[in-house]
Every structure is written in C-alpha cells, then in structure tokens.
C-alpha cells in the first residue's frame, strides 16, 4: 500500500483549475520529485495534502486512510511534515531559537509560567533545547546560531528550514523547492542532507522547478502539467520525454 496517494484531485480557485484530477501515489522509503513549469499545480498538491487548503474533488489518502480535507494540525501528528515554498522562519529570532521553536509546533505544546512547570515539561524542555543543537551543528549552522535569521542567505535559510522540520521528526517529509535561489555549494550541501534522510528510512517528496536539479538525486519523477500528471519515472526517460521538453519551452 502507498504511504501517500491522491487520487483525482481537483482544485479551483475562481474559474482556474489548479489542479485537475491529480493522481499520484508515494510509497513508503521513496524519494519522489515532482517538477513541472511554473503554475502548473505543484505547490497546491503539498497544499492540498498537507491540509492547508481542502480539494474540491477527489481523495487524499495516508497509509491507506482517508484524510481528505484533515486538518495541518492533525496531519502532522501522523507524521507528514512540509516546507513552504518562501521560508517561513521568525527574521527577529535567532537561528538556534527558530530551531528550538519549532518544537512547538507540535500540537500539545503549550508555554507556562516556569512555576507551573512539571519535571517532565522541564524534561523536555532540556530535550528539545539538545535536540535542536544538535541539528544547528549538523547543518554546519553553529557559527550563525546566535545571529538574527533575518541576516542568513536564501541558501542558509533553506537549511534553517530543513533544520526546523526535523525538529518534528517526520516519518513523510515535503519540501517545496527547497533548492531555489540556493548557490550550487549548498544546493549539494542540502542535496546531501536530504539523501541521508532517506537513506535513513524518511519518505520524501520534493518540489523542484528547474529541469536539471534533481536528476542524480530521487529515485523517481513526476511531472505535472496544468494541475494533472504529465509523464512519470525514472529521472532520465523523464527528461529526455519529448512532452516534458514542451511543456517547459512554453514558459
Ligand atoms: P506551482 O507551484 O506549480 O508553480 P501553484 O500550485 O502555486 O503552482 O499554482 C497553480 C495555479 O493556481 C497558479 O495559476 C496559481 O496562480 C493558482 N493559485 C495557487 N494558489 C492560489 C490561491 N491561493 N488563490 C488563487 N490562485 C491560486
Ligand atoms: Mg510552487
């Protein structure tokens, strides 16, 4: 069974049809792209699945379980955890703070007073505090833990996002263009991240506009075309399909 399936997925906004009976299915341990020119739906089916926006037709289905229409909050508790094609990380906070802060994210985090704090929430806090510089340090991110994140790169704020969902400890992990105005030293950098993740036994699917980038990193491609499925398969039959070819020369 799929760890992640839509099944004609259908989204309008006004008379636009953003996605048009979208199929696509994810298994478990995958590391799926999914590219397509611009517009042509992708962000609205991490959008769709992660609960920010509800279709308006069709089926989106975890482990088999239908959880169309399910709240972001609630999604993420099954594990599923995105990015946002514009990071999303606080400028007026630093990096390790928007690391740890991520943490709460999670549903069921609540701050209190430090006087109606129990010993295991002080546990915690303890955990989440190690947890976080752990991932700081990882992401070679230890020599900017104290700066603002205002004053990061785009490259070095892709990493501090990809630092921050992890502090989630996702089982199905989407980034949304995670490469974007990334220079190449750190696009290998991220790209290398990203395959140890999966090496590890994370699912991902990541979004990627350009043609060329993840060639050498998934294991397998799809493309969308005006909100629906174009061609699908391995990175390079993908792109050399001569549909794939068009659909990007008419942008
Ligand atoms: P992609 O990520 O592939 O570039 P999107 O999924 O962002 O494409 O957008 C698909 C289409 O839906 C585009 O024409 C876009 O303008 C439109 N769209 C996406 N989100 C919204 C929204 N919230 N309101 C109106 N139109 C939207
Ligand atoms: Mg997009």
Do not use: W
């Amino acid at each position: 069974m799929s760890l992640l399936a839509v099944e004609n997925l259908v989204k309008t906004f006004g008379g636009l049809r953003a996605l048009d009976g979208l199929s696509v299915s994810v298994d478990r341990g995958e590391l799926v792209g999914v590219m397509g020119p611009n517009g042509a739906g992708k962000s609205t089916f991490f959008n769709c699945v992660s609960g920010v926006v509800s279709p308006d037709g069709g089926r989106v289905l975890l482990d088999g379980a239908d959880v169309t229409g399910d709240s972001p909050e609630s999604l993420a508790r099954t594990g599923m955890v995105r990015t946002f094609q514009h990071t999303r990380e606080l400028e007026t906070m630093t990096v390790r703070d928007n690391v740890r802060l991520a943490a709460s994210d999670q549903p069921g985090e609540r701050t209190l007073p430090a006087l109606f704090r129990t010993e295991s929430m002080r546990d915690r806090e303890q955990e989440v505090r190690e947890r976080a510089d752990g991932l700081v340090e990882t992401f070679e991110l230890d020599h900017l833990a104290d700066e603002y994140s205002g004053s990061l790169s785009g490259g070095q704020r892709k990493l501090l996002e990809l630092a921050r969902v992890l502090m989630l400890d996702p089982n199905l992990l989407l980034l949304d263009e995670p490469f974007a105005g990334v220079n190449p030293t750190l696009t290998r950098e991220i790209a290398g991240r990203i395959r140890a993740l999966n090496d590890e036994g994370m699912t991902v699917v990541v979004i990627e506009h350009e043609l060329e980038t993840l060639t050498e990193l998934v294991d397998r491609l799809v493309v969308l075309q005006q909100g629906s499925l174009l061609v699908e398969g391995d990175p390079e039959t993908v792109l050399s399909d001569e549909r794939v070819i068009e659909a990007y020369l008419g942008e």
